[in-house]
């Protein structure tokens, strides 16, 4: 897993499986539904797992990534896919990276 960061949530096709950090079920329901459906669907259409991490900064991140021997995972695709997760998800990014910053951000 990615270790300069903190997950805010994750999505498997290998396991099946989302995760929620649970430093973030303050969280209005209809975001946490969002990042579900938005990561649950990433992986159905593409496979893989998906992961939305925080780096240092405070900078929401999408990352990627898939097992070497998995034959159906789509590189291209997920790149594409990315790109519009990324594209239309903007203002809920800003948003989620706005509550971060108040919620988790060091003072300085």
Known sequence: MYQDGVILCSASKYTQKYFLNPDFEGLPDMVKDELKIMCVLYTEEVGGIIM???DERGDLKIL????????????????????????????LFEQLEQY?????GEDE
């Open 52 to 54: 939305l991490v925080f």
């Open 64 to 91: 990627t990534e898939a097992n070497d021997d998995d034959l159906l995972f789509d590189e291209i695709g997920s790149a594409l896919k990315v790109k519009d997760i990324q594209r239309e998800k903007k203002d």
């Open 100 to 104: 971060y910053g108040a919620f988790f």
